[in-house]
Each structure stands twice: as structure tokens, then as C-alpha cells.
């Protein structure tokens, strides 16, 4: 199993930045594919991104492409989220979730350990 926490969320102007990052407890971490997924009020939670075990494949939300970067860092149990170019629409709280094995997906049911979310909101 592993235990999932958000962090670095918070309020800030269209046009920002922020890094989440998504740290883990446990010590198979590196056998867990993590994605990064988000839910506005009145919302579906949506995909953002996802980032398998090693790191070497990446993918992302065409409405994030360009602007937020996924990386991972096994030796500290973290994965991040850089998001810049920011948006009111990216307004959302953000979930980590981490599925064990090679696949990453984008829907949320084929995740099975979840963070507690924290939120996002992007002024205009």
C-alpha cells in the first residue's frame, strides 16, 4: 500500500505559477505509475497528467500540454506537478493517485490509493 499527501496549492494570479507535489509513504513508490487529476466545483474529476515508474514516460491533458511539467523523484518519494501559465479555468483541487505497475491511465477508476486533494485557484 501507500499513503498519499498533497501539497502547494494555493491562491494565485492568472499568468502564475505553482508547484504541487505529491509525496509518499512507503518503500515500493517506485513501482507505483502517479497521476495528477482535478476536480472543479459542479465538475467531474478530469485527468492532468501521469508519469510511470521510472519516470520516462509522461503524459498530459491537452488543456495542461506546454504549460505544466510532471516529474518524479524516487529517492524522495515525490512526485510534483509544476504548473505555469495559469488560468481560471485550472481552478480545481488537485488529487495525486498511484496505481502499482508499468500502465499509467487517465481515468480515475483505475487508480487505487488517492491523496486528500489540495486546491488550486487561479484569479483572473
Known sequence: QVQLVESGGGLVQAGGSLRLSCA???????????GWFR???GKEREFVSSITRSG????????VEGRFT????NAKNTVYLEMN???PED???YYCAAVLGISCYTT???YAYWGPGTRVTVSS
Not at 509518499?24 to 507505483?32: N, Q, V
Not at 520516462?56 to 488543456?63: E, I, L, V
Not at 510532471?70 to 523523484?73: A, E, L, P, Y
Open 39 to 41: 476536480q472543479a466545483p
Open 56 to 63: 520516462g514516460r509522461t503524459d498530459y491533458a491537452d488543456s
Open 91 to 93: 481552478t480545481a483541487v
Open 85 to 87: 501559465s495559469l488560468k
Open 24 to 34: 509518499a509513504s512507503g518503500r515500493t513508490f517506485d513501482r507505483y505509475c502517479v
Open 108 to 110: 480515475p477508476r483505475n
Open 70 to 73: 510532471i516529474s518524479r523523484d
